[in-house]
DNA sequence: TTTTTTTACGCAATCGTTCCCGGCAACGAT
DNA sequence: ATCGTTGCCGGGAACGATTGCGTAAAAAAA
């Protein structure tokens, strides 16, 4: 089956001109008289021309259209930021191509590889979690592919990067536990290697240090998925409730870890606040649905897409090599519900 | 700023041979000695040479992408199917290229246009809510266009489709409400022109028929944007409220139709189930967690996905013309949880 | 040795578009 | 009458890759 296009030669041959002066009535240079434009804009209407961007792309060495890594689209974080990358890109005529680790490095890897040989013109990612070979990007970056980091970044890089403040984000969900009187405080982290994992985990400690809370090592428990494996919850969590003193609150370092560590103490049967308080980054919109209600820390999902878009365009339609590279970090914003209240209504069982 | 890739040409020129002998070696032409094509493919691997896929494409006729448009990718349901497409279509070589109406016709037309403009090989798409007029499909469908209708389908439009049974589903849903005792049963509807409005609709009158329940006309409500705006939620809901003999149960018709119901049901301070039940459409993974635990009827998105990618590439590398069409249908799977139980567990609230 | 066959490669067209260059009228100025 | 100018348009190369066809040299057959 193929789909037939009408080319710019049908034009041509219709009207008894050549291909060059139909192309130039098309782009409506001076050197075709107006009535020539006329006639070959009308009959291009009526036969409903639209230009092969594919000879284009071959001819301007540019495909209009950019690359999106993320580690899954059905992450609420991630949809909602490529809804961002989404509407910049669409209104600058530019194609979004989007694709997924799932925390796999060599998946990463390959969808990498297999972006760049669809020429795009730029790629905005956020790294997987298993990722610790950067030379790939490097590479990449050095060969002059436009990139432009989100979420998780790479320090190692020098390009645009785009970020909320996670450090701030981490403290003030913990400073929030210590301030409604929880003591001992764990938290679920990503990988270790991720950007996110180190600043979150510095702002759960920073917040425990300035209250001169001790910083246990055995309450950090990293999750090497992101939350993504239940199985790696349910270890972390199991560990967390061996301790000989348990911890009486949680701070969950990302959407899935979040979530999975409620479904987790809920099938432990342990209560949320009264047991253990849980507090973590999240973006779903269900999360004051959810039983009990999730404090969340919320990042501005939509906005960092528009951003790093943004951002993108400008190292994609730069005349020269840019030089000056820049990092937006934008704000979080703690949400409090019910999953932190030390004081709240107790919900009993009756027959 | 441009990312230069190498060509056959640099090939050529390096080795001192033709580019038709290059390009013969490199697709192992039996007109090519075993020491060329050595020498050619070694140098090849060392400067990282990789054809130019829109050179490629232009010569071929076929970009290797398609296509994909739903509503929004931020919607679990869709995400998933996205997931399924996706992997099939990596492991055929095929590119997916996915935009979102947001129930919007004009947006639906508007990336219609830019997805045939950068000449896909072919299309999957689940109609918006606002979609009434399919002659723009009729067309693109009629000059060749290879295209796969899921979840929300054209009747009109002869070729392959994917949809779960959604009578089944909704038949199924309501009979579990009756079987519990239920009685006065309401329903939170779809756009009325989507196909899966329809046949949801039916199987919800249907169990009602059959179990000797009147079908009461006010105790239907169609929200034209499928629940995406929380405003036609809360409308339909004031609605059923103020009617003189309220509704004991709902059955909700889509994801965010369930959820924001949900929503609107807690915020009036009305309790899920004792108050009124509700089931509804769901593909969230979170439903377990909510409170009250949500009865769902989940879809097999993940499947849809593949399913509708495979027939796609049926289409699109069919010889001749494709002239029988097939329309899938997958079974839903009913999730009974705490929101629909009569006899549940009441709680209730001590100081 | 001559003819035929095989091997191994190059030339050039092609896909759809843009754009440099060159050309030919018609015009006014000298 | 000649020259330069301007307006308008066509020829053809180029982007990167594939491929039918032609052909030189080497090998095989006569």
């Known amino acids: 089956?193929?789909?037939?296009?009408?080319?710019?030669?049908?034009?041509?041959?219709?009207?008894?001109?050549?291909?060059?002066?139909?192309s130039r009535a098309l782009r409506d240079s001076y050197e075709i008289s107006p009535e020539t434009k006329k006639l070959v804009l009308e009959y291009a209407e009526k036969i409903n021309y639209h230009p092969n961007p594919i000879a284009l792309s071959l001819k301007e060495r540019r495909s209009r259209s950019i690359g999106v890594i993320v580690s899954e689209i059905a992450n609420s974080f991630f949809s909602q930021s490529i809804n961002g990358i989404e509407s910049i890109a669409y209104n600058n005529g530019y194609n979004v191509i989007i694709s997924q680790s799932r925390e796999s490095y060599s998946r990463e890897l390959l969808n990498l590889q297999y972006l760049t040989s669809r020429?795009?013109?730029?790629?905005?990612?956020?790294?997987?979690?298993?990722?610790?070979?950067?030379?790939?990007?490097?590479?990449?970056?050095?060969?002059?592919?436009?990139?432009?980091?989100?979420?998780?970044?790479?320090?190692?890089?020098e390009t645009h990067k785009?970020?909320?403040?996670?450090?701030?984000?981490?403290?003030?969900?913990?400073?929030?536990?210590?301030?409604?009187?929880?003591?001992?405080i764990a938290t679920l982290s990503?990988?270790?290697?991720?950007?996110?994992?180190?600043?979150?985990?510095?702002?759960?400690?920073?917040?425990?240090?300035?209250?001169?809370?001790?910083?246990?090592?055995?309450?950090?428990?990293?999750c090497s998925h992101?939350?993504?494996?239940?199985?790696?919850?349910e270890t972390a969590i199991n560990e967390l409730l061996e301790l000989k003193k348990k911890p009486d609150a949680i701070v969950a370092a990302a959407d899935?870890?979040?979530?999975?560590?409620?479904?987790?103490?809920?099938?432990?049967?342990?209560?949320?606040?009264?047991?253990?308080?849980?507090?973590?980054?999240?973006?779903?919109?269900?999360?004051e649905l959810l039983d009990?209600?999730?404090?969340?820390?919320?990042?501005?999902?939509?906005?960092?897409?528009?951003?790093?878009?943004n951002l993108l365009l400008q190292l994609i339609e730069s005349k020269r090599p840019v030089t000056e590279f820049e990092t937006r970090v934008l704000t979080t914003e703690l949400l409090v519900r019910g999953s932190t209240k030390k004081g709240r209504t107790k919900t009993k069982e009756i027959a």
């Not at 981490?170 to 001992?184: F, P, Q, R, S, V």
């Not at 992101?226 to 919850?233: F, I, K, R, S, T």
């Not at 870890?257 to 949320?272: P, S, Y």
């Open 1 to 22: 089956m193929k789909f037939e296009a009408v080319t710019i030669k049908d034009i041509a041959k219709a009207l008894g001109l050549s291909t060059s002066t139909v």
């Open 119 to 157: 020429s795009i013109d730029g790629l905005i990612i956020s790294v997987s979690a298993e990722t610790k070979d950067f030379s790939y990007f490097k590479e990449l970056h050095e060969r002059g592919m436009p990139i432009v980091f989100f979420d998780r970044i790479v320090d190692e890089i």
């Open 162 to 184: 785009v970020i909320v403040d996670n450090y701030k984000g981490a403290y003030d969900a913990t400073l929030h536990l210590i301030t409604n009187g929880y003591k001992h």
């Open 190 to 222: 990503n990988a270790a290697v991720l950007s996110i994992a180190k600043e979150r985990l510095a702002g759960y400690k920073a917040a425990l240090a300035d209250n001169e809370l001790a910083i246990d090592e055995s309450l950090i428990k990293y």
């Open 226 to 233: 992101g939350g993504m494996l239940l199985d790696e919850v």
């Open 256 to 287: 899935k870890l979040t979530t999975n560590c409620l479904r987790m103490l809920k099938a432990r049967g342990i209560k949320v606040p009264e047991d253990i308080a849980l507090v973590g980054f999240s973006n779903t919109d269900l999360t």
């Open 292 to 309: 009990p209600p999730l404090s969340v820390i919320r990042q501005p999902a939509f906005e960092m897409g528009e951003v790093s878009m």
